[in-house]
């Protein structure tokens, strides 16, 4: 039997947001809204970066900010092959991972509409009719974080009863975490 975690039987196990990450200056293993809550330290992402990644997140599926969305994607671009994020799946190999998340998220930073009107901005980005846009095409840097922030906001046994939808894991998970 094979050893190695796999993102469907990560995410199936209802542990989709559990990793380690920097917190007080040690490795700590917990989930992406305890990393969140106890102050995590970016090992892959600016705090600019960070906070403009939790405004698009917000915007595209409410509850991602205080799910540890920001958390959770700087510990999987700090993993590399490990790397659990959708854009490995969807051809974005975990080295181009890093670049392709910081160039989107440069050029956001550089859009002054996203401190203003981050859904606004957000619809805009998702349609390719955003200004002056620099980065990777929004339709598919906001299609490829939607994915991600599914996962980290829906992703558990905890995410689908909030939303009055019977866990139907086909692998349920061995403990909670």
């Not at 542990?15 to 102050?39: N, P, S, V």
């Amino acid at each position: 039997m094979e050893n190695t975690i796999k993102r469907r039987n990560l995410i199936a196990g209802g542990a989709a947001t559990l990793g380690f990450y920097l917190i007080g200056g040690r490795l700590t293993q917990a989930t992406a809204a305890e990393a969140t809550a106890k102050g995590f330290t970016p090992r892959a992402l600016s705090e600019p970066q960070l906070t403009a990644l939790e405004g698009i997140a917000e915007a595209l599926v409410p509850g991602a900010k205080a799910r540890g969305i920001a958390a959770y994607i700087d510990s999987q671009l700090a993993s590399g092959d490990d790397s659990k994020l959708i854009a490995k799946y969807l051809g974005v190999g975990t080295p181009s991972q890093h670049g392709f998340y910081t160039a989107a998220l440069d050029a956001a930073l550089k859009q002054s509409q996203l401190r203003e009107a981050p859904e606004a901005f957000t619809r805009a980005l998702a349609t390719d009719s955003g200004n002056d846009w620099q980065g990777p095409p929004g339709s598919y840097f906001t299609f490829v974080l939607r994915a991600d922030a599914l996962d980290v906001v829906y992703g558990t046994p905890e995410g689908f009863e909030s939303i009055g939808v019977p866990y139907m894991a086909h692998i349920q998970p061995e403990a909670k975490w």
